[in-house]
């Protein structure tokens, strides 16, 4: 089956289908469409994003709920607001030639009257996050008791943002006969659990080979020392002028964070996380698919669902938690029959997850080597060059034109290039000239790697599992206890009633003191410094089973002197400071409302 009238959807859905521009049912609507309109059967549909999903389950809804009735007969779960707007949109994009349709949306952050109030006027359809539903039905704003469908979209994220017990709830209030229609990019262990517990003899449909990239996108990784990594980011984005790009960092604070960084260095950058406002995330998503800014970082969960074609690159800043991940992470490029890389900048001890990755995508990566200056300068010249050669002539600048032609009116066309380009040239020359090699020897532990125990203290701290911390938590929390920078707490390891991280020596007394007077939960928190060669835990507290060492692995900072190199590649004045030439494309509309939400 090939087209949308052999699904055997009625006219006035083709008409809008046709009004929308598809010509043709994608792999999972063409699965899922017939299935769902001729049986009442349960369904679990795994398929990648951006396979055209909602119209999988959105036209099947429409064609099967009652638009005369002012009851709510249909009912779809998803993770985020971005996603339940633009699910919400689309539906009534689908069903805009069903008389009577009233499609709403509930999420958190907006009045929680007004949309009680649109679900009042017989929403026969609800769009919802969990957090909110739930909400709502505690409340007894909306009834769900006389549903006839259950949609859990994007189930996987749901889940993976602690939503289980929520979605449990919500659907406790729903009826038993109605059917569910669980539809997920993965199938991790959690989302079996989910089809199992409230599905009955679900239909299955996978897409693709399960978990497998765009064929359209290539994989690139580069081998960075970890405090490198800033700076290695600058580096890809320098090398490619016209980036226009998703860059994912696995927490929200990494997200702030190096979103902020890009643009003091004067890129277009914009954050997205879920700490922003929906009226933040709506302007920097604005900004983004208006190209205003070039460079997008979010987390995993902000990202899902960004429907922007035209991405010419995906940079994993930091590689996911879970391997999975990866594959939607990837998937944001390559998209509509255009090419897209996917790069990843990660550090020695992670190497061994690209061999990972490589296993879950079938397909290989490429290492690559972060761009030396010079090739950055190169690249950026030719980029102006272009820039220059297609620039529309703009003839409100006659009128002074014969003030410059006098200027150089001695100059011969040569010399004037070569002046005219050295103005930006040097710029970056002066800023490149010195950087070091980022790219990281991937043999074993370097001289200055071992090195680095010298310049690093290491702290016994009298908290632990057993006070609810994991290596990810306790760093959050020391960081932000600390306020040390990204990198600066490292070789954070665990155990149950207590932990050891390590900070630069010169953050030493910064700890100390902190902890001297620090009650948490009533209690005292205590630091203490260890011996200095302690690496796999410290024999003072018997034998401790780590058992996540490869984690902690991923914090081994490396080099000596780097503080000096770092200053050069990120601390100097970056070469995108100035304000005659920025090489990024719409250089007028720089976000500079989007700083420092
Ligand atoms: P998913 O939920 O699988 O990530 P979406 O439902 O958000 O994907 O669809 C991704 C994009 O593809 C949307 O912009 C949607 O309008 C578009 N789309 C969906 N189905 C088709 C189709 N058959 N032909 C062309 N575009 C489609
Ligand atoms: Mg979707």
């Known amino acids: 089956m090939n087209t949308f009238q052999q699904l055997g959807l009625e006219d006035h859905l083709l008409q809008a289908i046709k009004d929308l521009g598809f010509e043709t049912p994608s792999e999972v609507q063409q699965k899922a469409i017939p299935t769902l309109l001729s049986e009442e059967n349960d369904l679990v549909a795994l398929a990648q994003t951006g396979t055209g999903k909602t119209a999988a389950f959105g036209f099947p809804m429409l064609q099967k709920i009652d638009v005369n009735s002012r009851t709510t007969q249909g009912l779809i779960l998803s993770p985020t607001r971005e996603l339940c707007l633009q699910i919400t949109n689309e539906i009534k994009l689908y069903g805009k030639y069903c ?9 958190g952050g907006a009045s929680i009257t007004e949309q009680a109030k649109n679900v009042k006027r017989g929403a026969q359809i609800i769009v ?7 909400d709502m039905i505690s409340r007894r704003l909306v009834d769900i008791s006389k549903i006839d469908y259950a949609v859990l979209d994007e189930a996987d994220e749901m889940l993976n943002m602690g939503f289980f017990e929520d979605i449990k709830s919500i659907l406790s209030h729903t009826p038993q006969e109605k059917s569910t229609w669980l539809f997920s990019a993965t199938m991790p262990k959690e989302v079996s659990i989910i089809a199992k517990k409230f599905m009955v003899a679900p239909n299955e449909i996978t897409v693709g080979s399960k978990n497998t990239g765009s064929k359209n996108v290539s994989h690139e990784f580069y081998l960075v020392g970890s405090r490198d990594r800033y700076a290695a980011l600058k580096r890809l984005a320098d090398a490619h002028p016209n980036i226009f790009s998703v860059i994912f960092c696995r927490t929200k604070r990494d997200t702030q964070k190096v979103a902020e960084k890009l643009i003091e260095d004067g890129y277009s950058a914009g954050a997205l996380h879920g700490d922003l406002s929906q009226n933040q995330r709506d302007i920097v998503m ?7 800014i070039q460079m997008l970082v979010a987390t995993d969960v902000a990202a899902r669902g960004i429907d922007v074609d035209d991405i010419t690159h995906v940079i994993n800043y930091q590689l996911p938690d879970e391997i999975e991940t990866y594959t939607h992470r990837s998937g944001r490029t390559g998209r509509a029959g255009k090419t897209g890389v996917s790069m990843v900048i990660i550090t020695k001890s992670e190497q061994r997850k690209i061999k990972t990755i490589e296993k879950i995508i079938q397909k290989g990566f490429v290492k690559k080597d ?6 950055i300068c190169e690249v950026q010249l030719k ?3 272009h820039k220059i050669h297609d620039t529309e002539i703009n003839h409100e600048i006659d009128p002074y034109l014969e003030e410059i032609n006098l200027l150089f009116e ?9 002046k005219f380009f050295s103005v930006e040239f040097t710029r970056f020359f002066n800023y490149y000239k010195k950087a070091k090699n980022l790219n990281s020897p991937s043999g074993k532990d370097s001289f200055l790697e071992k090195n680095q125990d010298d310049q690093s203290a290491r702290f016994f701290i009298n908290i632990g599992k057993k006070d609810g911390y ?7 929390f020391l960081r932000d206890a600390l306020q040390l920078g990204q990198d600066d707490v490292f070789k954070v390891d665990v155990k149950d009633s207590f932990s050891f991280f390590n900070t630069e020596t010169v953050n030493m007394p910064k700890v100390l003191e902190f902890f001297s007077d620090f009650k948490q939960n009533g209690r005292y928190i205590n630091v203490e410094i260890t011996e200095k060669k302690e690496r796999r835990g410290n024999r003072r507290f018997g034998n401790q089973k780590g058992g996540r060492s490869r984690r902690k692995d991923s914090f081994r900072s490396d080099g000596n002197g780097r503080r000096k190199e770092r200053s050069r590649d990120n601390g100097g004045r970056s070469p995108r400071r100035s304000s005659d030439f920025k090489p990024q494309g719409n250089s007028s509309s720089r976000p500079r409302r989007n700083r420092r939400k």
């Open 383 to 385: 980029a102006l060059a």
């Open 470 to 476: 994991d290596w990810m938590s306790m760093k959050d």
């Open 128 to 134: 919802a996050t969990p957090g909110r539903m739930k």
């Open 99 to 107: 008389k009577g349709l009233n499609v709403t949306a509930i999420y």
């Open 410 to 418: 001695e100059s011969s066309k040569e010399e004037l290039i070569k």
């Open 286 to 292: 604005k900004s983004f698919r208006n190209k205003q």
């Open 370 to 375: 972060i761009p030396d200056g010079m090739e």
